[in-house]
């Protein structure tokens, strides 16, 4: 699978949004975009997936660049429990079939009331 | 919702000891995964099953088999623990291999071997 590149550590403040960032300058044009997040002490937790176009589910939104070289983690409005490490995550359909993800060492995002 | 469980959060054996690690997922899943998450290293994949009887070792099999009996049920079993084998153990499943499918956790073992 291509590599990532994130930010060690992000801050936010509680209600407000969040713009996590992910770099992956070498993603085949087959490759899924993957974000899951590990709350402390927590298995990690899928949050949201795509391939081309941006996507938005309950939890949060991912905008994805034209180019797709990069992408954003977006949650609307942070809360107290969104302080977790964050893993941006590609997956390629062509990649094997172990199907286990690999997790780089993600963006530490900590919130403040 | 998917929900998978492990048996135990926290875990102390000594050395030598057998252990069982029990995951069960409730959502029909074909694959099952287990990992170790150890600081610095991420995540890396014990084993997998893909199907009742059917496993796969993943990038570290050495010293861990697995059992997998019944379709919701994923066992990891150290045959002899060891120190080195102090982890946090994660098991995942999945309905399908396909990149597009996600992984649903469990909320880890913490394994102690003294």
């Known amino acids: 699978d291509a590599k990532t590149t994130q930010p060690n550590s992000m801050e936010s403040n509680e209600e407000e949004p969040v713009h996590l960032p992910c770099n992956h300058s070498t993603i085949s044009g087959t490759d899924y975009i993957h974000w899951y997040r590990q709350l402390p002490s927590q298995g990690p937790e899928y949050v949201i997936h795509g391939l081309t176009s941006n996507v938005n589910n309950r939890m949060a939104s991912l905008a994805i660049a034209e180019d797709r070289k990069s992408s954003t983690l977006i949650l609307h409005r942070a809360t107290l429990r969104d302080a977790a490490v964050y893993y941006c995550i590609l997956r390629d359909p062509l990649g094997g079939s172990q199907g286990n993800l690999i997790f780089g060492k993600g963006t530490k995002l900590s919130v403040k009331p | 919702d998917v929900k998978v469980t492990q048996s135990s959060r926290y875990l102390v054996k000594r050395t030598g000891e057998k252990v069982f690690l029990e995951c069960v997922q409730d959502?029909?899943?074909?694959?099952m995964f287990w990992y170790r998450q150890d600081p610095g290293l991420g995540l890396r994949l014990i084993y997998f099953?893909?199907?009742?009887?059917?496993?796969e070792k993943g990038d570290i099999p050495e010293g861990y088999s697995v059992s997998r009996e019944k379709k919701e049920r994923f066992s990891l079993i150290l045959e002899s623990a060891s120190t080195n084998q102090t982890s946090m153990y994660l098991c995942?499943?999945?309905?399908?291999?396909?990149?597009?499918?996600?992984?649903?956790f469990g909320p880890g073992t913490r394994l102690t071997v003294t």
């Open positions: 995942a499943s999945s309905l399908r291999l396909a990149a597009h499918y996600e992984q649903y």
């Open positions: 959502m029909d899943h074909e694959n």
């Open positions: 099953s893909y199907d009742v009887k059917m496993k």
